[in-house]
């Protein structure tokens, strides 16, 4: 028996309905507009919202396996809990002279997405007046997957971005495509880099003025026999620290080190597998205090240091050997770097891993157009319909 075709009226009536939430276009993802809001409760311990509010910076997350980048910050005196829909979001990084947030979707293919904050919009004044600094999207750009990225910074006037499954630092000039600028050493075989796998998860930048002052993170020092991924892959105490200028290890000692930065000249890291926070002292890491989960996200505000930490997926417990990893939470820490003590924590008991933590300024942006709770008020579709360009 034939099947019965729908009628014609049904049809439109269902084309005319695909791809209306924003969430679906911002993303080009359908499953956008589908949002667990249970991996959005949280709740805070210690002065989180106080020292946000009186710093005046909104907090930029990515979490990744939630497929989620959120904004917190204090406006007008209330906590503002914002967030985007994103495919597997990674690094991030802010470019301030082209008013610009850089961001990582790391499915495959890889994309970067430039957000920017809005200064026009049409509607009611009132309209105009909540929506200006969101951001916005301005434009995405499309890699392949094997890229795979993680952390994205600015060196100079161009964006660069940790290509873990080439081994490689590569660079996004602004006509396009993606350029190998550097790698480590230890991958060439007779003077040629191998890009093809991924043999040392080559993951995070501590950006220099240039890739010559700037150092790297890998979980392994030469590429071997196991790779990053596999489950016997060895990783106590096999992480370190390449340079820029010599290409060689410069610390180890590390277990699957993540979110290298530069604090007043000092190099701070993250030791995920023993949820560590600490520096780079005469080529040996010297932790500063220990937090309940994988340590990875961190960026620096003054004398604080905002930290996140992650649930361990079940098939890498062994990545995390220094870690209670069933006691492990989801949340973001701010630490006080001259006592070494947590001043506030802000938890998703329902979150999983964070991936990349941006300080912006509250003044240039409170965050995402999409707020938890929702608020039925809020006319988010009109925001789209903003006049030129996304910039203040």
């Avoid at 930029?60 to 904004?71: F, G, N, P, S």
């Avoid at 200064?119 to 499309?142: D, F, H, I, V, W």
């Avoid at 062994?318 to 006080?336: F, T």
Wanted: proline residues 7%; contains cysteine.
């Amino acid at each position: 028996m034939r099947k019965k075709l729908p009628a014609l009226e049904d049809l439109w009536a269902q084309h005319q309905g695909v791809s209306r939430d924003p969430r679906q276009i911002v993303a080009q993802w359908k499953e956008a507009a589908e949002v667990d809001f249970t991996l959005l409760h949280h709740h805070v311990n210690g002065a989180w919202w106080e020292i946000l509010e009186a710093a005046r910076i909104t907090l930029l997350i990515t979490r990744e396996y939630e497929h989620i980048v959120m904004a917190l910050c204090v406006a007008n005196g209330k906590p503002r809990v914002s967030y985007l829909p994103m495919p597997h979001p990674s690094g991030m990084a802010l470019d301030p002279e082209r008013n610009t947030l850089h961001l990582a979707s790391t499915r495959n293919p890889n994309m970067v997405y430039e957000f920017a904050p809005c200064s026009s919009q049409l509607g009611s004044s009132q309209e105009q007046k909540a929506s200006r600094g969101l951001l916005l999207p301005r434009q995405a750009r499309y890699f392949p997957g094997c890229l795979y990225l993680h952390d994205l910074v600015m060196l100079g006037k161009e964006l660069y971005g940790a290509a873990v499954g080439m081994n490689a630092i590569v660079r996004f000039p602004a006509a396009g495509g993606v350029v190998p600028a550097w790698w480590p050493a230890c991958i060439e075989n007779d003077g040629r880099p191998r890009f093809d796998k991924n043999f040392l998860q080559l993951n995070s930048i501590a950006a220099g003025r240039n890739l010559a002052s700037s150092f790297f993170t890998a979980s392994a020092a030469a590429p071997s026999s196991r790779r990053p991924g596999q489950r016997h892959f060895p990783v106590d105490g096999q992480g370190v620290v390449f340079s820029g200028k010599t290409r060689d290890v410069v610390a180890g000692g590390l277990t699957r080190p993540h979110s290298l930065r530069f604090q007043r000249q000092e190099l701070w890291v993250l030791n995920s597998g023993y949820g560590q926070l600490g520096r780079i002292d005469q080529a040996a890491f010297s932790p500063l205090l220990d937090l309940p989960g994988w340590t990875r996200g961190l960026c620096f505000h003054g004398a604080l240091a905002f930290v996140g930490t992650s649930r361990v997926l079940p098939r890498f417990r062994n990545y995390a050997p220094g870690l209670e990893v069933d006691r492990s939470v989801c949340g973001v820490h701010i630490i006080d770097m001259k006592s070494a003590k947590v001043l506030g924590s802000l938890c998703w008991p329902m979150g999983n891993q964070i991936f990349a933590i941006e300080v912006a300024s509250l003044s240039w942006t409170q965050g995402f157009p999409f707020t938890f709770p929702r608020r039925r008020s809020q006319k988010r579709e009109t925001l789209f319909f903003f006049r030129g360009q996304p910039l203040a």
